[in-house]
């Protein structure tokens, strides 16, 4: 019998995910226009991925 080996921690796609929500959070911390936008970007960027729509 063979062990099975499972991985308790998240998908590598989430953890990329998690990863733009973190930047995009740091993004929207500044006050200049340019950085909120690409804050949302990131922050769409990370639902696309967590909704399936990229594949990792």
């Known amino acids: 019998m063979t062990p099975e080996y499972r991985h308790n921690g998240p ?5 990329i995910a998690d990863y733009l929500d973190s930047r995009a959070d ?4 500044e006050s200049s ?10 922050r769409v960027e990370a ?3 967590r909704a399936g729509l990229i594949e990792g």
Do not use: C, G, Q, W
């Open 11 to 15: 998908t590598p796609t989430e953890r």
């Open 47 to 49: 639902s696309n991925i």
């Open 26 to 29: 740091r993004f929207a911390k």
């Open 33 to 42: 226009s340019d950085a909120r936008i690409r804050a949302n970007a990131l």
